[in-house]
């Protein structure tokens, strides 16, 4: 069974910070690595999808990177701000299906 | 636009009453799933479907079930709702093993 662990829980930085978020799984045969950002009351929201092939996958400010040997994934986010403030959570499906075994997420706080 | 709902948005129960969630995606998705999330537990899976006709367990299935009759519907309906089932319930679907989208979530509360 797939376990994904994502440290810290909660993160507080100010304004302009770089944000490195950290996620690690259990077992390295895998589809795909996800990540996702999640406002208060509200569902989750794709950001990255790193195919199992690729080391990294970037979208504007965020950098996503994987190591499957190692069983982890950092995702990075530039020059933070306020508007950044939400959970971040990994999820990884296993090479022979679809489900996603999720992490617990990372909450960020951006301060101004 | 495509999207994916879910009905009701907040619920309140009481304890031994069956209650039914409901998701709708008009995408077309062949796979869709249901969560619960609590707080420091993340998403648990709880049913998932590959299709019309198709249901599978997920790791916290007790107490739930689902049926799947069309591409576009897969409720969730709690037999006989305990305490222990009050969170919140997110819906989501995905064509292949890539991009998956989440409805807004039911939060449900037991009493």
């Known amino acids: 069974k797939q376990e994904v662990t994502q440290i810290p829980a909660a993160l507080s930085v100010p304004e302009g910070e770089n944000l490195v978020l950290n996620c690690s799984f259990t077992d390295s045969a895998i589809y795909n690595l996800q990540w996702f950002r999640q406002d208060p009351g509200k569902g989750l929201t794709s950001l990255l999808l790193?195919?199992?092939?690729?080391r990294e996958q970037t979208s504007g400010r965020l950098n996503a990177s994987l190591d499957k040997s190692s069983g982890r994934s950092t995702l990075y986010i530039a020059a933070s701000q306020p508007g950044d403030s939400a959970t971040y959570l990994c999820?990884?499906?296993?090479?022979?299906?679809?489900?996603?075994?999720f992490g617990a997420g990372t909450t960020v706080t951006v301060r101004a | 636009d495509a999207e994916i709902t879910q009905s009701p948005r907040h619920k309140i129960t009481e304890t031994g009453r069956q209650v039914t969630l409901a998701c709708h995606q008009t995408w077309n998705h062949n796979n869709m799933f249901w969560y619960r999330q609590d707080l420091g537990h993340g998403l648990r899976l709880i049913h998932y479907s590959y299709g019309v006709q198709d249901t599978n367990k997920g790791e916290v299935s007790d107490g739930y079930s689902v049926s799947r009759s069309n591409t576009e519907d897969l409720p969730l309906t709690l037999e006989s709702a305990a305490s222990s089932q009050t969170s919140v319930y997110f819906c989501a679907s995905s064509p292949s093993g890539n991009t998956i989208y989440f409805g807004e979530g039911s939060w449900l509360t037991v009493v």
């Open positions: 999820a990884a499906p296993p090479s022979n299906d679809y489900k996603l075994s």
């Open positions: 790193i195919q199992s092939s690729q």
